[in-house]
């Protein structure tokens, strides 16, 4: 299959950036990518197209498996999607969807993205107890400290996984109890937090069209309120209102 045109041709292309992004374009039709494809279907030669893909490798757009001359997405695409998330908003989709579920559960939501190693609380809505967990808004923790970042983990692509594991791993975090912790998570569904200040969060994420993570929503409150509510009832009700919001976003509604 030839490689993917531009819709149209700007006044001064640049051949160098036209091919790079034709590369990149490949990929929507394949997971893996050979030396000699990529060559023969821009018509450049061999180490043209090594020095094209060793750009797009420098910057993690690909990476190269271990058999030789063989690439793959990187981690920076994914990261880039999220972005692309955060700029529709997707807080205004979310607003009237977390609020219904802060009514339903008495407890205080939250909506959170992941940032490399990080999840970013974008969006809170506190619930109407006297004792509740206050609004997070703007606040970043170690994805792997919080049940909605332990989520969204659980949820990456292997090779973007496994990076980010060898990066904690490199800081002195047990990666053999988080990876335990993923899987647990990756079987129930959903992810649980209990803190030591007696703070109990459960997490589910949303997904977009491709079910692909972009976000994750959770509800926190008094390890003992939440105990009495039930965890098996606050996580339906947490796969209920990500199924709104994937709705509200385009997304079918997942089981």
Known sequence: MPAA??????????????????????????????????????GVSI????????MLQSYDFIRQEAEVRTYVLGPVLLDLGLSAVRNMDVRSLARPILADL???LDESVHLAVL??????????VEGPQQL???????????????????AMLADLPQAHLEQTLARLAAREVDVAALEAQL?????LGYALNARPDDVTSLARTVKDARGTTIAAINAAGPSLRIARQGHGQIA???????AQIQEALGAAPKE
Request: charged share 25%.
């Open 132 to 150: 509740r967990v206050a609004d997070r808004t703007g606040q970043v923790f170690p994805a792997h400290t919080s049940s909605m970042g332990r």
């Open 236 to 242: 339906r009700q947490l796969h209920t209102a990500a």
């Open 183 to 187: 899987a647990q998570i990756r079987e």
């Open 102 to 104: 802060t009514t339903r």
């Open 47 to 54: 180490s043209t197209a090594h020095r094209l893909l060793a």
């Open 115 to 124: 940032e490399g190693d990080n999840v970013r609380y974008v969006f809170s």
């Open 5 to 42: 045109e531009p819709r149209t041709q700007p006044s001064y292309p640049v051949s160098s950036v036209g091919n790079t992004l034709r590369l990149l374009l490949m990929f929507k039709e394949r997971r893996r990518l050979r030396l000699s494809d990529a060559a023969h279907e821009l």
